[in-house]
């Protein structure tokens, strides 16, 4: 809708001014798909919805504009997987009608509570927001699959709280209580509300969650709820998470996400003891947003994914045809150090499939001089660094025009950071930063890893609790990529780097 995009961005529906830049930015002049990322064909794409596993796919349903590559005429796309790293991309599932398709959920109806289900199957379920671009009016919506997410018949409005900020329904069974659970945010309020339903048709309000960490951000949405192994605790130790995305106030200023960690009884969510008034994020990188996770992955696994952009700069990203990108999914747990708490994250281990040629340091010696790596443009590096007294020890990509992007650790701070302060030509002012974030305690080797994928990388340190997810753009040319010790000295205890193979769904594109 072009009022919209004049007043507003509306990601998950976060109100951001939208930059104005041409249809087809004058650079990158190749366009940087990514190999193992999943990105639309075309067009604009923003965050993740109504993530489920159903009959050997993974759905990943996800905002579209069908139409353009800028935000308007929300409708959800569709791409499933069997690996969640090669994706086919589908047909439009919920395209707009008399109100846009705004950010929800999906769950497998498999008790038929709805009624939805037919021939002895069970209906896949959409849980999502309608926006009404008359009233501006935010209502939830009910839409139902009988062809494994492929179509989809909508049953209508379920709840309306007469609100122009009430959005992207998060809903899931609650096996104790032996209901559906809907967690909903009251977006300026910066509010999670809660819902249940014995049948996803009639909704009760139960209660309500907010909390003095989000008094910087502008709103809350793209809401999270769910139950995570503490993986250093005793025995079937267990802890409710419930994450919310915020349009500003993260650690860069721009957009983030935060979690809390508590009790979840069906009625109201219970925050641990003692817990901080200060935001925990989920990534200190800038491009980590509206993260969601699939209902009924099997194994047990909590994964999620999030959209790798962030409101201040999405509708500026220099890509054509596709605007848009997701992060890679990752695997989740709890954990605890001392009396604090952290959410691990790690690439899910299907990527190791799509290992290939591997390139190997032992016990090499870092000095001011640099070692070169050659990894290529998609790749999946482990690296293990010890008896240090360098100040830093980086890895740098550098393209043909001299702009660099760099990965590095600062011993003395136990700090990791992405330096993007020098990476690619201007397109926007909020997109130059650094961004860093602290490790724990300790004297003993560092182990750190990256995944980089052509315009994204994404790093993992202290066994995946703390992440930076970072997009860069090179100006011209293949990266190259070296490794050096700066002011003194480091050793490479161990370096594997795994050129990753483009899935077959994604070279066919």
């Not at 798909?33 to 965050?47: I, K, L, S, T, Y």
């Not at 849980?127 to 501006?136: E, M, Q």
């Amino acid at each position: 809708m072009r009022f919209l995009a004049m007043l507003a961005f509306l990601g998950g529906s976060a109100l951001v001014p939208v930059a104005t830049v041409p249809a087809q930015a004058a650079w990158p002049q190749a366009d940087p798909r990514p190999g193992f990322h999943f990105a639309p064909q075309r067009n604009w794409m923003n965050d993740p919805n109504g993530l489920v596993y159903y009959e050997g796919e993974y759905h990943l349903f996800f905002q579209y504009n069908p139409h353009g590559d800028r935000w308007g005429h929300m409708s959800w796309g569709h791409a499933v997987s069997r690996d969640l790293i090669s994706w086919k991309e589908l047909p439009v599932a919920i395209p707009e009608s008399d109100v846009m398709a705004f950010s929800g959920s999906a769950v497998i109806d498999w008790k038929n509570t709805s009624g939805f289900g037919t021939g002895g199957k069970p209906a896949m379920v959409a849980i999502y927001t309608g926006f009404d671009p008359k009233t501006r009016n935010q209502s939830q919506y009910v839409a139902y699959s009988n062809d494994r997410g492929r179509t989809f018949t909508r049953f209508g409005k379920v709840i309306d709280i007469g609100s122009t900020e009430f959005r992207d329904p998060k809903v899931f069974w609650h096996e104790p209580t032996r209901r559906w659970v809907m967690v909903v945010v009251r977006a300026t309020d910066k509010a999670a509300s809660f819902y249940s339903s014995p049948n996803l048709r009639e909704w009760t309000h139960e209660s309500d969650f907010s909390h003095p960490s989000s008094s910087r951000s502008i709103n809350w949405e793209c809401p999270e709820l769910f139950e995570l192994p503490v993986r250093n605790g005793a025995r079937g130790e267990k802890r409710w998470v419930l994450s919310v995305s915020q349009g500003d106030g993260g650690p860069d200023g721009g957009s983030a996400g935060q979690w809390f960690v508590g009790a979840f009884d069906g009625h109201r969510f219970k925050l641990e003891p003692n817990w901080p008034d200060t935001p925990r994020w989920t990534d200190a990188g800038a491009d980590f947003y509206a993260a969601q996770s699939w209902n009924e992955a099997p194994d047990g696994r909590r994964l999620w994914i999030g959209w790798a952009t962030n409101l201040r700069y999405a509708s500026a990203i220099p890509t054509y045809p596709a605007r848009g990108l997701m992060s890679v999914p990752r695997a989740l747990a709890l954990q605890r150090e001392g009396q604090d708490w952290h959410l691990a994250q790690m690439p899910v281990r299907e990527i190791e499939r799509y290992r290939t040629k591997v390139q190997r340091l032992v016990d090499v010696k870092l000095d001011n001089a640099s070692r070169a790596l050659d990894p290529g443009d998609s790749f999946d590096m482990t690296v293990t660094i010890e008896d240090t007294d360098a100040e830093r020890i980086t890895f740098t990509a550098s393209d043909a025009q001299g702009y660099q992007t760099v990965v590095g650790y600062t011993p003395a701070t136990r700090e990791i950071f992405v330096d993007r302060t020098r990476s690619g030509p201007h397109f926007h002012d909020a997109f130059a930063a650094r961004h860093v974030v602290t490790l724990p305690q300790g004297n003993g080797p560092v182990t750190l890893r990256l995944l980089v994928d052509r315009s994204i990388l994404e790093l993992f340190a202290a066994d995946g609790t703390r992440t930076i997810t970072d997009r860069f753009f090179r100006a011209d040319g293949p990266l190259r990529w070296e490794v050096s010790a700066e002011g003194g000295s480091a050793t490479i205890r161990s370096l594997d780097v795994w050129r990753l193979a483009q899935p077959d769904s994604i070279k066919s594109r």
